[in-house]
């Protein structure tokens, strides 16, 4: 019980992953950041070796640093992103690299918790293609995949976020990951008249385009209703072709997936890709699952799977009918319905990317897992090394890993930064725990809490690499135990190797310039991946499908991911090192709007109150992660402002987990972004004739599970007087957190 317990807290007691986003940010995208860069994208170089690094920029390695000297160099890499429109750049950094990562591979910082997996541009190799087998897609199938997105995926639609020009600046830049691709003809395939049963019609220009699409392969009804025999009979053909090309060995007899090659399908990285299943799923053409797409995708097939083309194959008439025997069982959503891979749970990790993860150890909390430069990747995305000896050429205040010595120069920053959860992450509640656990556990632990080497007892004798578990741990010799005391300073997030890391400096910064300051802009410090690390546990630690930190995943799939608004944008405005949440009362009540309805029945009485609380203001689950919980009730109350007996009803918000030989969820009750919770209650016995009004209340207890995790500790465990005296002023902390967000009295009409 208490190894669990402990275990547990390590991995959910992060302590920015409480927060609560305040509300959104709108308007068109190239106005979210003033201060967005005009430097061109680091593209992947063929030769890394090759890569040009600057002298400027050469960092300090010392001998007992865990970064090799290669590693650590500063390194700005060539590739085909130069000569992009600057725009172009931060359009594909805000909206495209998290998935398909900084050099389009499909190794993005959240690939690992999607499935199916993001596209890998460098390949060349699109599914949704109007063109032949073997040629690229056409500009107009790249942009209607961004424009519209892919049902049942991950992959947004930035319609509503992106205009024509950013989508087709975006096109463009796309196919600079792969442009040998690119260099051949890109023409439609002839779509041809469909069979009148249909009742549609398409110009059969050679183009491929529908009269009256806005893309090729669109639909267009023509307003002529088809005699019903006329469909049934072209459908059943269908049904028949169906079978006689095979199609049911992939997507199985009715068309669930279950074919009996199903299970034997990869796609073109030998991961499992079997077919999806027809009848319960979205059909994922973007912007088209007509009877056109379903035709158009039977002719040109989908590259990169199992999928094959078939024009030439079978007779275009038998094409026709396949495609009409599908449009009659596939899945149809509700018009205008957000499509999501699955309905029950949205941010559920798919069984195959949890799966991927296990066997192959790929994320680690704590670890930035994004395919990114050696900067990037210096930051949160391998083992922290000692710092070593700083370099001669800086001042004392540079020279210290201190916040102290920070606010020489960024007292601004400072003093934000003091009181908040990253300045306390090294609470009593954390430091009560660690002396019962092991280096593994402690390291595993400060990660997120107190993450430089130079906080740590003890260390690594190397570092952290995917699959790889640490085998051993050795005294530090520059252990600061003060310094630990600072939890995530100033240094966790800005400083390695005594180079410093920070985003695009401001245009009109107040700050004066020094000329040899050694600083590195990085564009990561203005994206949500940055604070991905200790706020996403990995695939395969999902409880109920969800891992217990999966704030990141949470944003990735919903709506503020596809506007472009990133954590910063509501947690850092103007730059700000407060990192408000859910511990701040005035940040929950910007993100909450409450409604209610009260009413008397004039036949019987009855007094039935409806309260809505709606999340308006966070890009992510409210609240986030199991610690905190809220609770919405509502009772009735005489003129007076007396209790009625007797009527009162509350329910509960957050992710409410128990333990019973493991974890056990027991219910999931957090509000998605844009969505609400209700609770409705009627009562109509007693005094009830008394009521002339409700009162509702929204009260948040921030640490709710330390409350009951901090009084199993104390109970349950042989302490000693240090370690039981930091536990029973944690203890003290979560209960004085608690606060009533919104109390409002509705009249009874």
């Not at 060539?78 to 359009?91: C, N, T």
């Not at 019609?201 to 385009?209: A, H, P, Q, T, Y």
């Not at 890391?501 to 300051?517: E, I, M, Q, T, W």
Request: charged content about 25%; some cysteine; proline content about 9%.
């Amino acid at each position: 019980m208490r190894k669990r317990l402990f275990v547990f807290s390590a991995v959910i007691s992060c302590a920015a992953a409480w927060l609560v986003m305040a509300p959104e940010v709108g308007g068109n995208p190239s106005h979210l950041d003033a201060d967005r860069p005009d430097e061109l994208p680091a593209a992947r170089p063929d030769d890394r070796s090759a890569s040009h690094v600057s002298p400027d920029s050469a960092s300090h390695v010392s001998p007992d640093s865990h970064v090799s000297p290669d590693s650590a160099s500063h390194v700005s890499p060539k590739g085909p992103g130069q000569g992009r429109r600057p725009d172009a750049v931060w359009l594909y950094d805000r909206f495209c690299l998290a998935c398909h990562g900084v050099y389009g591979d499909g190794k993005g910082p959240g690939a690992p918790w999607l499935w199916p997996r993001p596209r890998d541009f460098t390949r060349g190799e699109y599914k949704w293609r109007t063109t032949p087998t073997g040629a690229p897609p056409a500009d107009s199938d790249l942009a209607a995949a961004i424009r519209h997105g892919v049902p049942g995926t991950s992959m947004h639609g930035f319609a509503a976020s992106l205009t024509d020009d950013q989508i087709a600046s975006l096109v463009t830049y796309l196919k600079q990951f792969a442009p040998e691709r690119f260099n051949r003809p890109a023409d439609p395939v002839t779509i041809g008249a469909p069979p009148a049963a249909l009742g549609i019609s398409v110009r059969d220009s050679g183009s491929g385009e529908p009269s009256g699409g806005e893309s090729p392969a669109v639909r267009a009804a023509s307003g002529q209703k088809p005699a019903a025999p006329d469909l049934a009979g072209l459908i059943e053909r269908g049904k028949e072709v169906y079978r006689e090309l095979g199609c049911l060995a992939c997507h199985g007899e009715s068309a669930r997936g279950d074919g009996p090659a199903a299970s034997a399908l990869r796609d073109a990285e030998g991961h499992p890709a079997p077919p999806y299943d027809l009848t319960a799923l979205p059909l994922r053409r973007p912007g088209d699952d007509s009877v056109v797409g379903i035709f158009t995708s039977l002719l040109t097939g989908l590259s990169g799977t199992a999928m094959p083309a078939y024009a030439g194959l079978a007779d275009r008439r038998d094409l026709w009918a396949v495609a009409a025997y599908v449009d009659s069982i596939r899945h149809r959503a509700q018009p205008g319905a957000e499509v999501a891979r699955d309905p029950a749970s949205p941010v559920a990790v798919h069984p195959t990317a949890a799966e991927i993860d296990r066997k192959n150890l790929l994320v680690e909390g704590g670890y930035w897992p994004g395919h990114g430069t050696p900067d990037e990747n210096a930051i949160f995305g391998t083992t922290i090394g000692l710092q070593g000896r700083p370099d001669r050429s800086l001042t004392p205040a540079q020279a210290s890993l201190d916040s102290l010595r920070c606010a020489r120069c960024h007292a601004k920053q400072v003093r934000e930064w003091r009181g908040t959860l990253h300045a306390d992450a090294a609470s009593p509640g954390l430091l009560g725990q660690l002396p019962s656990m092991n280096a593994v556990n402690v390291e595993s632990c400060q990660r997120c809490h107190a993450p430089l080497a130079e906080q740590l007892a003890e260390i690594r004798t190397e570092p952290w690499s995917p699959g790889r578990r640490p085998i051993k741990h050795v005294n530090n010799p520059r252990y600061d135990a003060e310094l630990r005391h600072q939890g995530i300073n100033c240094a966790s997030c800005h400083v390695r190797r005594w180079q410093r890391f920070g985003p695009p400096l401001v245009a009109k910064s107040r700050l004066l310039n020094l000329s040899d300051y050694p600083l590195t802009e990085m564009r990561i410090y203005q994206r949500s991946d940055f604070c991905l690390a200790c706020h996403q546990l990995p695939p395969r630690a999902a409880l109920a499908g969800k891992p217990l930190l999966n704030t990141y995943r949470e944003w990735l799939e919903g709506p503020y991911m596809r506007r472009g608004v990133q954590c910063q944008h509501c947690h850092m405005p103007n730059r700000e090192h407060t990192w408000k949440g859910i511990h701040d009362p005035d940040t929950f009540r910007q993100g909450v709007e409450l409604e209610a309805i009260v009413g008397r029945s004039e036949k019987s009485g009855a007094v039935s109150v409806r309260a809505r609380l709606r999340n308006v203001g966070a890009g992510h689950y409210l609240p986030t992660t199991p610690t905190p919980a809220a609770w919405i009730s509502v009772e009735l109350i005489d003129r007076n402002g007396w209790r009625i007996r007797g009527a009162y009803a509350e329910k509960r918000i957050g992710r409410h987990l128990e333990f019973s030989r493991g974890f056990v969820e027991v219910e999931d009750t957090r509000i998605p972004p844009g969505q609400a919770l209700e609770l409705a209650a009627a009562w109509k016995d007693g005094a009830v004739h008394r009521a002339t009004a409700a009162k509702i209340v929204v009260r948040v207890e921030p640490d709710e599970y330390y409350e009951r995790f901090y009084r199993a500790w104390l109970r349950g465990n042989r302490l000693g007087e240090r370690e039981r005296a930091q536990l029973e002023e944690a203890l003290r902390r979560t209960q004085s957190s608690h606060y009533t967000a919104l109390e409002r009295v509705v009249p009874i009409d």
